[in-house]
């Protein structure tokens, strides 16, 4: 809709842009006054919506758009270049080449100079997109795996430098890699300059962050907040000794929560972020937007305000840097995951999300061996927005939280606490007979839950495997480590893999031994990369090899395989053995692909019918992709080894592999 007064204001600051050094050409300029024409409605509506109702909003409105020109003003030409080309393309990130991996940069490969070393290795598994986990300047002692940020605009000295951040999203573009940076929205380390200037009494910044002069307030947020480390950091508020006042702090006591309410912390912040965007960064990953508003009798999660808060972020994101997307780090009940994608389909928010109930249901599935909740579960999701996306994922540096609802545990005829109970018991070693080897992290005994801790392959039974020398045992666990990867791979959305589970990795139990890391067992699932047992990948028969090759394989033909492109194409299938989880992906070319899961430890089968009614040409034939051989057939049914996963095209749509590549179609 027209808005006069808004229409006139934006002519001013164009006016006076165009006029400040150093001048823009006029292209460029072009450029910027297109973009923020566009947005500038909605930016007005979103900041009037969240600070209209104070006296000086339009002083930080004003800053606001300031940031904006001057983030423009120096961002790189080449990267105003892939702007243009990305906007042009703007749904380029759903494309079926992007395969992804998450790593500690000092755990990977020490500091930026070496992991540039490792790019090759990357390349042979097929990876072209990273995500760094935390590199930015933190405090040495307490820092959250470095999710305490005391300076957004330095790199840890440990890792190397931002002119090292900018010379290696040089070589990802050059490469078609795409590059992952955290931005920590909700909270900052305790030694940053804000907080500390905020500890000195400056008012100011202690308007930065919730503060408060005695518990009066704090023990009414306390009512209805839940506590997020329930053992190690009970609360959400820290007595402060050099202020004598109690601080927020949702997560630690050391990393203090950001006060949105304020203006000047949204300058801030968006300022922060453009800088990081100007770095190189294609994806920028929001560390906890879950947080960002905080409303006292509610749970001060999810909350509209907060959403507003990302949609303006968006925004501003797209007059200077339309080509980087956001990532919601978001892992909350799965229907409010679906709102960080945007409730509208004007919304601009963030494109793409975690599927944390796929992951948490992957893990259900492998311990009870059906896949009864999983296609519940996901049957019942709401479509996300046509041209978002999801990030498919079999685990992360965090722990794996249980987070799908027990009304579809109840519908399934099972008492939802003994399920879950039963779960954690079969991961954490309680669970007589269970290979897994994991540990509960963060038991919270005033109502029994608890998530879980363990690297991928200690959780499907490699460890115990190894350790007990089974043949079968060990050939089970890659097994099931393959089956978790070929879901990942092949359901709607952008796979990621973390760092040492391509060959298998175990869990480090050397985090004991470190004061700074003991209390928290989720470092047992963030070991080193062991470069020796890399080097096995190249073994024959070696565990490394067999898991290496596999994923290599699984990445290739994804890569070849254009209806796994993610269209909101992904429709779940019936299918009667309650083991067995089936779904199609197809496009409207005619290319399809029928993915059928077996998570039990035995023989299954299902009726050959399922082929017949997806239109698949049984008298052409069908073949698997991955063993390029036809599935295996009983009569009219469909047989299933242990752990065994089909991906079912027809043969016309089929060409056959050469060393993880795709043998060229001969002429004739």
């Given at each position: 809709m027209y808005d006069a007064q808004q229409h006139n204001i934006l002519n001013k600051l164009l006016d006076r842009y165009q006029k400040q050094p150093p001048q823009l050409n006029v292209e460029v300029f072009r450029d910027f006054n297109t973009r923020l024409s566009a947005n500038f409605g909605i930016i007005t509506e979103l900041y009037q919506s969240l600070y209209g109702h104070r006296n000086d909003h339009p002083k930080y409105f004003l800053e606001l758009i300031d940031v904006l020109f001057k983030a423009f003003q120096q961002r790189h030409p080449s990267l105003r270049n892939q702007d243009k080309s990305r906007e042009k393309d703007p749904h380029w990130l759903l494309n079926q080449k992007w395969v992804g991996m998450m790593l500690y940069p000092e755990h990977f490969a020490k500091d930026l100079s070496g992991f540039s070393e490792k790019l090759d290795y990357l390349q042979e598994l097929g990876v072209n997109w990273v995500h760094l986990m935390p590199l930015l300047m933190s405090p040495s002692n307490e820092s959250d795996g470095g999710y305490a940020v005391s300076d957004y605009r330095k790199v840890d000295p440990k890792f190397g430098s931002m002119a090292q951040i900018r010379t290696l999203a040089k070589k990802f573009r050059d490469r078609d890699m795409l590059l992952t940076l955290d931005l920590v929205l909700n909270h900052t380390s305790d030694e940053h300059e804000w907080a500390k200037k905020a500890k000195k009494g400056d008012k100011q910044y202690q308007d930065y962050y919730y503060i408060f002069p005695d518990r009066q307030i704090p023990d009414q947020f306390e009512t209805s907040m839940p506590e997020i480390f329930p053992v190690s950091a009970p609360g959400n508020f820290t007595y402060v000794e050099s202020l004598e006042k109690w601080v927020?702090?949702?997560?630690?006591?050391?990393?203090?929560?950001?006060?949105?309410?304020?203006?000047?912390?949204?300058?801030?912040?968006?300022?922060?972020?453009?800088?990081?965007?100007?770095?190189?960064?294609?994806?920028?990953?929001?560390?906890?937007?879950?947080?960002?508003?905080?409303?006292?009798?509610?749970?001060?999660?999810?909350?509209?305000?907060?959403?507003?808060?990302?949609?303006?972020?968006?925004?501003?994101?797209?007059?200077?840097?339309?080509?980087?997307?956001?990532?919601?780090?978001?892992?909350?009940?799965?229907?409010?995951?679906?709102?960080?994608?945007?409730?509208h389909p004007d919304d601009h928010e963030c494109e793409i999300a975690y599927h944390a109930p796929l992951m948490a249901l992957i893990w259900e599935a492998i311990a009870t061996g059906e896949a009864r909740l999983l296609n519940k579960v996901i049957q019942n999701l709401p479509q996300k927005p046509w041209g978002t996306t999801w990030i498919n994922y079999a685990r992360c540096h965090d722990?794996?939280?249980?987070?799908?609802?027990?009304?579809?545990?109840?519908?399934?005829?099972?008492?939802?606490?003994?399920?879950?109970?039963?779960?954690?018991?079969?991961?954490?070693?309680?669970?007589?007979?269970?290979?897994?080897?994991?540990?509960?992290?963060?038991?919270?005994?005033?109502?029994?839950?608890?998530?879980?801790?363990?690297?991928?392959?200690?959780?499907?039974?490699?460890?115990?495997?190894?350790?007990?020398?089974?043949?079968?045992?060990?050939?089970?666990?890659?097994?099931?480590?393959?089956?978790?990867?070929?879901?990942?791979?092949?359901?709607?959305?952008?796979?990621?893999?973390?760092?040492?589970?391509?060959?298998?990795?175990?869990?480090?139990?050397?985090?004991?031994?470190?004061?700074?890391?003991?209390?928290?067992?989720?470092?047992?699932?963030?070991?080193?990369?062991?470069?020796?047992?890399?080097?096995?990948?190249?073994?024959?028969?070696?565990?490394?090899?067999?898991?290496?090759?596999?994923?290599?394989?699984?990445?290739?033909?994804?890569?070849?395989?254009?209806?796994?492109?993610?269209?909101?194409?992904?429709?779940?299938?019936?299918?009667?053995?309650?083991?067995?989880?089936?779904?199609?992906?197809?496009?409207?070319?005619?290319?399809?692909?029928?993915?059928?899961?077996?998570?039990?430890?035995?023989?299954?089968?299902?009726?050959?019918?399922?082929?017949?009614?997806?239109?698949?040409?049984?008298?052409?034939?069908?073949?698997?992709?991955?063993?390029?051989?036809?599935?295996?057939?009983?009569?009219?049914?469909?047989?299933?080894?242990?752990?065994?996963?089909?991906?079912?095209?027809?043969?016309?749509?089929?060409t056959p592999m050469v060393k993880g590549r795709k043998r060229p179609k001969s002429k004739k």
């Open positions: 927020m702090t949702v997560f630690h006591q050391y990393q203090w929560d950001l006060n949105y309410r304020n203006p000047q912390v949204l300058c801030e912040m968006i300022d922060v972020l453009l800088f990081l965007a100007n770095q190189g960064v294609d994806l920028l990953r929001l560390d906890a937007p879950a947080f960002l508003w905080k409303e006292m009798g509610t749970s001060c999660q999810n909350l509209p305000k907060a959403h507003q808060i990302l949609k303006l972020m968006k925004r501003c994101a797209e007059v200077v840097a339309p080509g980087v997307k956001f990532i919601a780090e978001a892992i909350v009940a799965p229907l409010e995951i679906m709102k960080y994608f945007g409730e722990d794996i939280g249980l987070g799908f609802d027990d009304i579809y545990i109840y519908e399934l005829g099972l008492d939802a606490k003994l399920h879950r109970a039963y779960i954690l018991d079969y991961y954490t070693g309680k669970f007589e007979g269970s290979p897994a080897k994991g540990a509960p992290f963060m038991f919270n005994p005033k109502n029994g839950d608890a998530r879980i801790s363990g690297t991928l392959a200690s959780l499907s039974g490699l460890e115990t495997a190894l350790k007990s020398k089974s043949k079968q045992a060990i050939e089970d666990a890659i097994k099931k480590i393959t089956l978790v990867h070929s879901i990942i791979m092949s359901f709607g959305g952008l796979p990621l893999i973390y760092s040492g589970d391509e060959i298998g990795l175990l869990n480090d139990y050397s985090y004991l031994k470190d004061p700074a890391k003991a209390y928290d067992n989720r470092w047992m699932h963030r070991p080193m990369m062991d470069w020796k047992a890399a080097e096995k990948r190249k073994k024959d028969r070696a565990v490394e090899k067999q898991i290496f090759s596999a994923l290599q394989k699984l990445i290739a033909i994804r890569k070849e395989s254009p209806e796994w492109a993610d269209h909101n194409n992904t429709t779940l299938s019936y299918c009667e053995n309650k083991h067995i989880f089936t779904y199609l992906r197809w496009n409207e070319l005619g290319r399809k692909t029928l993915v059928m899961a077996n998570f039990h430890s035995s023989v299954q089968y299902i009726k050959k019918d399922i082929l017949y009614r997806h239109g698949f040409d049984m008298d052409r034939g069908v073949v698997d992709k991955f063993s390029g051989k036809a599935p295996t057939y009983l009569k009219e049914l469909v047989a299933f080894q242990p752990f065994q996963f089909y991906w079912i095209t027809n043969k016309k749509h089929y």
